[in-house]
């Protein structure tokens, strides 16, 4: 039998993303809450969008750090991105 697995909700807002060369606002979704992460090895994943220059630079860098709206910071690893996509994939955690 096949294990069903629970849909994340999505958590959408704006945010400062931080890395070399860049400290500048974005949109982002995240699957799950991040108010639940702890530390320790568990990973929330979501996508930034910004102009794909910055998507790209992102990706690119490998990992930044994003700033929520509530002030809350944590630490990306970025994961995907596709050339002249507006969108970059990334895993985060404290």
């Known amino acids: ?6 849909k994340l909700p ?9 890395f070399r060369g860049f400290n500048g606002p974005v949109a982002y979704e ?3 809450d991040p108010s639940t992460l702890r530390p320790g090895p568990t990973r929330l994943r979501g996508s930034i969008i910004a102009t794909p220059e910055i998507a790209q630079a992102a990706f690119r860098e490998g990992e930044a750090e994003l700033t929520l709206e509530g002030g809350a910071a ?12 507006e969108v970059a994939y990334f895993e985060m955690r404290i």
């Open 1 to 6: 039998m096949a294990h069903a697995r629970k």
């Open 10 to 18: 999505a958590f959408p807002g704006t945010g400062e993303l931080k």
């Open 30 to 32: 995240i699957l799950g």
């Open 74 to 85: 944590y630490r990306l690893v970025m994961l995907g991105h596709s050339s002249g996509s």
